[in-house]
């Protein structure tokens, strides 16, 4: 795949449509009813900061936690906007992360401080960037996996360490495009320093004894999937399994 059908295949997702549409119409507002530069410069650079900590919280204790695959009102969207990109992290379709969790999140994140720094044109700027920075989240997410060689050292750098949080121990290097959380919280690491391979990396902890008490992740999955993604492909016709996309 090359950058240029890579960023077609992007453009051409409906929440990556979502996010500019949005975007564009706070940034209208804006216009209508700017706030002070100060207050918008404030805002923006807010937003800026606290996204890859806000991702990094998010990623490791709520997508990686073990309570949201216990109840049955958390398990659907669980398997949804993780599990299923763990068990099969370079399929387009579970790729990008759900608008209906994604918004209400970047909304509460981002517009409360924004209209305490300068009001609702102020909140306005900081949920436009919020928009914008998951979009370009996304897109860079869309390089880790689809199979194109970056060159860039920062780029090649991002995709290894994504790669690793995929393939090698899911339990680090949460971050996408910033990894300074991952150092402040000491879970950043390049795999010489991680000799093991994770057993859960593919399953998040959830195996064949888990879901015996919390059946849901599997009903849904056509069963508890085990083994590496591109071996169960290859198997799929031996041992049918369903695919829920
Ligand atoms: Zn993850
Ligand atoms: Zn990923
Ligand atoms: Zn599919």
């Keep these: 795949m090359t950058l240029k059908e890579l960023t077609v295949a992007y453009f051409q997702y409906y929440a990556i449509q979502a996010y500019l549409l949005l975007a564009a119409v706070s940034i209208a507002y804006v216009v209508w009813n700017p706030p002070s530069l100060l ?3 404030a805002a923006a650079a807010f937003t800026v900061l606290a996204y890859p900590m806000i991702w990094y919280l998010l990623h490791r ?5 073990q309570w949201m695959y216990k109840s049955p009102l958390t398990a659907k969207v669980w398997k949804r906007i993780h599990y299923d990109h763990h068990q099969d992290p370079n399929h387009l379709e579970v790729l990008f ?5 994604t918004l209400p999140t970047i909304a509460i994140s981002v517009i409360p401080v924004g ?24 897109y860079f997410h869309c390089i880790q996996h689809l199979s194109y060689k970056p060159k860039h ?10 790669m690793e949080h995929h ?7 949460f971050g996408i495009t910033s990894f300074w959380p991952d150092r402040l919280f ?31 992740v599997s009903r849904m999955s056509g069963g508890v999937a085990k083994g590496h993604p591109r071996k169960r492909a290859a198997n799929q016709n031996e041992k049918p399994r369903q695919d829920a996309a």
Excluded: C, Q
């Design 61 to 65: 204790y709520v997508l990686h936690s």
């Design 97 to 101: 992360g759900a608008l209906y969790t």
């Design 115 to 138: 209209w305490l720094i300068g009001g609702p044109g102020a909140a306005a700027v900081a949920f436009a960037t919020g928009l914008l920075v998951t979009a370009a989240y996304e």
């Design 153 to 162: 050292p920062w780029l090649v750098n991002m995709k290894k360490r994504h």
């Design 186 to 216: 000491g879970s950043y690491y390049e795999r010489d320093e991680r000799p093991a391979k994770s057993a859960t990396v593919f399953n998040l902890g959830y195996t064949e004894e888990v879901a015996k008490s919390f059946p849901w």
């Design 167 to 173: 393939f090698h121990d899911e339990n680090g290097n």
């Design 39 to 41: 207050a918008g410069v």
